[in-house]
T-cell receptor, first 115, second 114 residues
Framework: AQTVTQSQPEMSVQEAETVTLSCTYD???????LFWYKQPPSRQMILVIR??????QNATENRFSVNFQKAAKSFSLKISDSQLGDTAMYFC????????????FGTGTRLKVLA | NAGVTQTPKFQVLKTGQSMTLQCAQD?????MSWYRQDPGMGLRLIHY???????DQGEVPNGYNVSRSTTEDFPLRLLSAAPSQTSVYFC?????????????FGPGTRLTVL
């Protein structure tokens, strides 16, 4: 069974600084997708970035980028130039592309951006 | 598009009561799912549906029933509420089972069972 682990329950960062959120996962599959979702205080879940396992190039979306290490089963999220609006809970998620295509979520990292 | 809508936003139940959480989407998505979110546990899949008339269990299905009579609606029924079902419930949809585009989430229902 797949598992997703986020070992940092809480983090804080100064505005305009860079922060990295960690995520590791376990799977025996070779192809899958990984996602980072953001949940601000409004509770609305928002997709931040996604990575296809067979693509070696790390995904980037504006200030958000990932460091995907397939062999190490690691998928960290880097937020550059942190803004107050980045304050949220961040969830790492895994989706298999065989079988049921279910999402497996990590337990989340609560990020606070300080002014 | 309204996206994914959920009602109610908040609900308090007594142990043993039953209720239905409503979920609807207007994006013609085939795949819909229900999650519960508990502190320190992330989101866990309760039930999902790959299309009208087809449902299946997720990680934590006990105590919940679902049905999918239309593409748009995917209600979640609590048969006999227990305090362990106190949680925030999210409904989500995506185009189809294999879609890797974003899942669209509803605003959530905060349920308290006394």
């Amino acid at each position: 069974a797949q598992t997703v682990t986020q070992s940092q329950p809480e983090m804080s960062v100064q505005e305009a600084e860079t922060v990295t959120l960690s995520c590791t996962y376990d799977t025996s599959e070779n192809n899958y997708y990984l996602f980072w979702y953001k949940q601000p205080p409004s509770r609305q879940m928002i997709l931040v970035i996604r990575q296809e396992a067979y693509k070696q190039q790390n995904a980037t979306e504006n200030r958000f980028s990932v460091n995907f290490q397939k062999a190490a089963k690691s998928f960290s999220l880097k937020i550059s130039d942190s803004q107050l609006g980045d304050t949220a809970m961040y969830f790492c998620a895994f989706m298999s592309t065989s079988g049921t295509y279910k999402y497996i979520f990590g337990t989340g990292t609560r990020l606070k951006v300080l002014a | 598009n309204a996206g994914v809508t959920q009602t109610p936003k908040f609900q308090v139940l007594k142990t043993g009561q039953s209720m239905t959480l409503q979920c609807a989407q207007d994006m013609n998505h085939e795949y819909m799912s229900w999650y519960r979110q508990d502190p320190g546990m992330g989101l866990r899949l309760i039930h999902y549906s790959v299309g009208a008339g087809i449902t299946d269990q997720g990680e934590v299905p006990n105590g919940y029933n679902v049905s999918r009579s239309t593409t748009e609606d995917f209600p979640l029924r609590l048969l006999s509420a227990a305090p362990s079902q106190t949680s925030v419930y999210f409904c989500a949809s995506r185009l189809d089972r294999g879609s890797t585009d974003t899942q669209y989430f509803g605003p959530g229902t905060r349920l308290t069972v006394l």
